[in-house]
């Protein structure tokens, strides 16, 4: 849109030259359009580069409280298989060492 805007320009100032008013008007005009349209754009790659930015941060957050979440849950792992395999041992208050202690042996 740049390149079409200055073009517009050269040819309303050959118009100029030629004593052809209307039409160099008409071309400002139109370059003025191309202008404005290439402004409104830069506007909005602006803010979709600022957008793009947000989700690029959003997605880096979320990866790192998933890695937190995954160690969380891995030492839960851990937690729960040493608590069943202590359940494994027996305990004092097994019945069946309890019935050998009634009955003298140990």
Excluded at 20 to 38: I, P, S, T, V
Excluded at 81 to 87: A, C, K, R, V, Y
């Amino acid at each position: 849109l740049d390149d079409d805007a200055k073009y517009m320009y050269e040819r309303a100032k050959k118009a100029m030259e030629a004593n052809n008013e209307e039409e160099a008007k008409r071309l400002l005009r139109q370059r003025q359009n191309m202008q404005d349209k290439l402004k409104a754009t830069l506007i909005l790659c602006s803010e979709e580069k600022k957008r793009k930015d947000k989700m690029e941060e959003n997605v880096r957050a979320l990866e790192q409280r998933a890695l937190e979440i995954e160690t969380l849950l891995n030492r839960s792992v851990s937690a729960k298989s040493l608590q069943d395999t202590s359940g494994l041992m027996l305990s004092e208050d097994d019945p069946l060492l309890r019935k050998f202690r009634d009955m003298g042996i140990d």
